[in-house]
């Protein structure tokens, strides 16, 4: 039985020659190590075909560990994540359930089971038997005299889909690994600790990559959905295409994307990161297995006229307000305490002609404050100091900006944009 170390078991030589050795995880607190690839290390030997089948005894008693189907569930998903997100050719084939209740890995029939016996500081436990390198049996039990099993754990219950990953990734051959965030480190804690060790890592996948090989051939990227997207970017994107992988990188153009979801092998969702400058750019994906574009599959567009403001508006602190509009125009954006029609220069705005009115930015003039025009994408980020008037606290101020989108800098060619309601806090 394997304990708390990271020294695969012995082997001995010979021909047919079978080793019964065991993996567990042991309880304990989780140390902190660098997270380093290539930490893993082997056991007992690998599948012959690159697959496995198994059989699942769905005989967990505890409250939390659900019904039949709920425990068969946990247990499948834990081997999917393997053959789903392991990167390899390997493949876990359920067989459906079994009555079995003991270790006895020469019979030809791979099964998963809750004993009533209690394991001490051991979890779960795989036994392995292999002749030649190659695994000719496996079986796997949980202990349950002794720790609390769930589907969904709380404090001081532990997650029989996270422990079983752990438990498949000896039976297809893994030792223990080092890394601490890895799925085969050698110790979890309860709830949400065993719940994190459902996601294979790094170092988990390169092992299985080493015992079986890489399935990921280079991916291929077939469309892109919508096709075209504001300059500031944001908008969430469907790529279609094949040998999509958890992990994958997306850029458009030189700008890399946020990758929100990746939907099996053949969609994946992204947030399109902001342009560069307006016009089409190339769509590219990359995956362990290679990288594939599309040429000129997504078209930035012109950034809709409006103002809006990021961060928390508090007394004598500083908020940003963003401005979109044309590339490179002119603009101002003003500020004032009552709602209702205010006029600069001719602009009308949406507050009230009042003492408190105020210019923001703008980029013409003599007069501070003056920045920049709008970027080459149009827009500009200006940072806003809430006067230090206690009086504001949850008050509103309205904010408002005008943007020239025409050729001159005549007022008929400034076209004011929305106007935001903006509560200043403490």
């Not at 029939?109 to 036994?127: C, F, H, K, R």
Request: aromatic content about 8%.
């Amino acid at each position: 039985m394997r304990t708390l170390n990271l020294i695969p078991p012995k082997r001995r030589s010979g021909t047919g020659r079978r080793i019964l050795t065991a993996a567990a995880v042991i309880l304990g607190a989780l140390v902190t190590s660098t997270s380093v690839l290539e930490a893993y290390s082997t056991f007992c030997g690998v599948h012959p075909g690159d697959q496995s089948t198994y059989y699942i005894n769905p005989n967990f008693m505890d409250a939390g560990a659900g019904n039949t189907a709920q425990q068969i569930a946990a247990l499948q998903a834990a081997a999917d994540e393997w053959t789903s997100n392991g990167g390899s050719q390997f493949q876990w084939i359920y067989n459906g359930q079994s009555g079995k209740t003991s270790i006895s890995t020469g019979d030809g029939q791979n099964v998963i089971y809750a004993d009533p016996g209690n394991g001490g500081s051991t979890l779960a436990e795989t036994w392995c038997s292999s002749s030649g390198g190659t695994i000719v049996g496996w079986d796997m039990r949980f202990w349950e005299g002794d720790h609390n099993w769930s589907i969904s754990p709380g404090s001081g219950e532990f997650d029989i889909e996270g422990v079983a990953v752990h438990e498949l990734g000896h039976a297809l051959g893994l030792g223990h690994s080092s890394v601490s965030n890895a799925s085969m480190y050698p110790s979890t804690s309860s709830g949400q600790g065993s719940i994190n060790i459902r996601s294979i890592e790094n170092d988990d996948k390169a092992g299985v990559v080493f015992l079986y090989g890489s399935s990921l051939g280079p991916p291929m990227l077939t469309s892109v959905s919508p096709g075209n997207g504001y300059a500031r970017g944001g908008e969430t994107i469907t790529l279609t295409g094949t040998d999509f992988t958890a992990g994958m990188s997306v850029s458009f153009g030189e700008n890399s994307a946020t990758v929100l979801n990746v939907s099996g092998s053949t969609q994946c969702t992204v947030r399109a990161p902001k342009a560069d400058a307006l016009g089409a750019v190339d769509v590219s994906v990359q995956t362990q297995g290679g990288m594939d574009s599309l040429a000129s599959a997504y078209t930035y567009d012109q950034n809709p006229l409006s103002v809006s403001f990021t961060g928390t508006p508090r007394v004598n602190k500083v908020f940003q307000v963003v401005v979109y509009g044309p590339p490179n125009a002119e603009y101002v954006v003003a500020i004032g305490q009552t709602e209702g029609p205010a006029t600069i220069k001719g602009l009308e705005f949406c507050f009230a002609r009042d003492a408190t009115l105020e210019v923001v930015g703008k980029s013409f003039g003599n007069r501070p404050p003056t920045t920049a025009n709008l970027d080459a994408t149009g827009e500009i980020s200006l940072s806003y100091t809430v006067p230090d008037d206690q009086s504001l606290v949850f008050e509103n101020l309205y904010l408002q900006g005008a943007v020239n989108t025409g050729p001159g800098r005549a007022i008929d060619d400034f076209v004011v944009t929305n106007c935001v309601t903006v509560t200043v806090f403490p």
